[in-house]
């Protein structure tokens, strides 16, 4: 089916504050990700948005920053310094197309964007990278640190009942796994789940993984190499578990409420409306945004955008109304 669609229509086009800002990145900066290149991406990746310290984390005493080793995973526990508990706890998975990343690089942006102005305590997962830990090491290193600070939540100072998990990319998508295993295996209640741009199906056959492959700062070809990655053996075949990619999911009953967020102009625009569109036919609730003219990652892109600023607003909106409910 999506072969069939490939070059089927016109691409959306961008905002132009967000068309000025990927024109400017120039065609180099969207060399498609391969199995042969993977080495040197990461190593630009990792130039482009270097691993903070904790000491800079905590920039002069406004925030309280400590790396927690738990038995399985690295967690790096963050808050604004003075804050007394239990504070809600936003669960964080970082992006990196499941190959790339870390728990202490998004920290800044969390920290300004929710930690700050709603009085959130989080933690942020290092969870194994593929292709050398492949499905299911990504979502179990997710499911064990959630489990983890749910029990030693005293310790932690953080309430138990207000646990949100989200992420951004591959942090998103595999938000939404951890949701599904979390359920499944009848792990700590979850207040919501915030799901920015998920990366959330491996069969890429929606219309707009065609329509804006290579237009959009992302690409078939990327895409197929991050996938095959993380699945391994398990990348496109009939029984591959929702866990490892979740819109296989056929039972989205009984999961947290959701804050679905992608592009009109990203690849993953199609299976993030169509995963919100299952959460409401399942009976689960779920606020979806389409941002009109963003590409993938424009708010990392174009951070002045007024598109940025707006989209900024309503996740931070959700998130207070979320916890004021909870």
């Keep these: 089916m999506g072969m069939s669609r490939r070059g089927g229509g016109p691409p959306t086009p961008f905002d132009p504050e967000v068309r000025a800002v990927v024109e400017a990145r120039g065609a180099g900066r969207r060399e498609p990700m391969t199995a042969a290149n993977l080495a040197e991406r990461r190593a630009r990746d990792a130039a482009s948005r270097p691993r903070p310290t904790a000491e800079e984390l905590r920039d002069g005493g406004r925030f309280e920053v400590a790396e927690l080793r738990t038995p399985g995973v690295t967690l790096v526990s963050a808050r604004q310094a003075g804050l007394g508990g239990?504070?809600?706890?936003?669960?964080?998975?970082?992006?990196?197309?499941?190959?790339?990343?870390?728990?202490?690089?998004?920290?800044?942006?969390?920290?300004?964007e929710w930690a700050e102005p709603l009085g959130l305590a989080v933690l942020s997962v290092e969870y194994r990278l593929a292709p050398e830990a492949s499905y299911p090491a990504a979502v179990e290193d997710a499911y064990a640190g959630l489990v983890w600070a749910a029990g030693h939540a005293a310790e932690l100072g953080v309430d138990p009942g207000r646990f949100v998990i989200g992420g951004k990319s591959a942090g998103g998508g595999l938000a939404a796994a951890l949701a599904l295993l979390n359920r499944d295996r009848g792990g700590p209640p979850v207040l919501g789940?915030?799901?920015?741009?998920?990366?959330?199906?491996?069969?890429?056959?929606?219309?707009?993984?065609?329509?804006?492959?290579?237009?959009?700062?992302?690409?078939?070809?990327?895409?197929?190499?991050?996938?095959?990655?993380?699945?391994?053996?398990?990348?496109?075949?009939?029984?591959?578990?929702?866990?490892?990619?979740?819109?296989?999911?056929?039972?989205?009953?009984?999961?947290?409420?959701?804050?679905?967020?992608?592009?009109?102009?990203?690849?993953?625009?199609?299976?993030?409306?169509?995963?919100?569109?299952?959460?409401?036919?399942?009976?689960?609730?779920?606020?979806?945004?389409?941002?009109?003219?963003?590409?993938?990652?424009?708010?990392?892109?174009?951070?002045?955008?007024?598109?940025?600023?707006?989209?900024?607003?309503?996740?931070?909106?959700?998130?207070?109304?979320?916890l004021a409910a909870g």
Excluded: I
Excluded at 87 to 106: F, Q, R
Excluded at 203 to 222: C, K
Excluded at 227 to 249: C, E, I, N, S, V
Excluded at 250 to 269: H, I
């Design 193 to 322: 789940q915030m799901l920015l741009s998920p990366m959330l199906d491996d069969r890429m056959d929606t219309y707009s993984a065609h329509q804006m492959s290579g237009v959009d700062v992302w690409d078939l070809t990327s895409h197929t190499t991050a996938w095959q990655a993380h699945l391994g053996a398990l990348y496109g075949a009939p029984d591959t578990p929702p866990y490892a990619a979740p819109a296989r999911a056929t039972d989205l009953t009984g999961l947290p409420p959701a804050y679905v967020e992608v592009g009109s102009a990203e690849m993953f625009r199609d299976e993030g409306v169509a995963y919100a569109n299952g959460l409401w036919r399942a009976g689960s609730q779920a606020e979806l945004h389409v941002w009109p003219g963003a590409c993938h990652g424009f708010d990392g892109l174009a951070r002045h955008a007024a598109l940025t600023r707006t989209a900024r607003a309503a996740r931070t909106d959700w998130l207070r109304r979320l």
């Design 86 to 112: 239990p504070l809600p706890l936003l669960y964080y998975l970082h992006g990196g197309a499941m190959v790339m990343g870390n728990a202490w690089s998004v920290l800044p942006t969390v920290l300004r």
